[in-house]
């Protein structure tokens, strides 16, 4: 099933509202009300923080040592082998010829 992009965000930004509302109880019911018509979604759509067009720059996470070298290396614990994921591997500077850089 296809991931419909303006679905997925007015559910997110659905939830977030509803989690704003609950989170912060007014006493006052007119400080209520108006925290509720400023957190509606038909305002929050006004907002430019959900205009589009979305694009992520975020950079694949580059490949670290893996965990057995990581064990060997006295860095893990032995159990951890059976904790983690064959597949998974971690960068940490300082080992394996990581630099600090």
């Known amino acids: 099933m296809a991931l419909n992009p303006i679905v997925f965000t007015e559910r997110v930004v659905r939830s977030f509202l509803r989690y704003q509302l609950t989170a912060y109880p007014f006493a006052d019911e007119r400080l209520h009300a108006q925290m509720r018509r400023l957190l509606s979604l038909d305002q929050t759509r006004?907002?430019?923080?959900?205009?589009?067009?979305?694009?992520?720059?975020?950079?694949?996470?580059?490949?670290?040592?893996?965990?057995?070298?990581?064990?060997?290396?006295?860095?893990?614990?032995?159990?951890?082998?059976?904790?983690?994921?064959a597949g998974i591997t971690l960068n940490r500077p300082g080992f394996s010829g990581d630099s600090f850089t």
């Open 46 to 85: 006004q907002s430019p923080l959900l205009k589009g067009p979305y694009i992520s720059l975020s950079r694949p996470f580059r490949r670290g040592a893996a965990v057995e070298a990581l064990v060997r290396e006295e860095v893990f614990h032995t159990h951890l082998r059976q904790r983690i994921p």
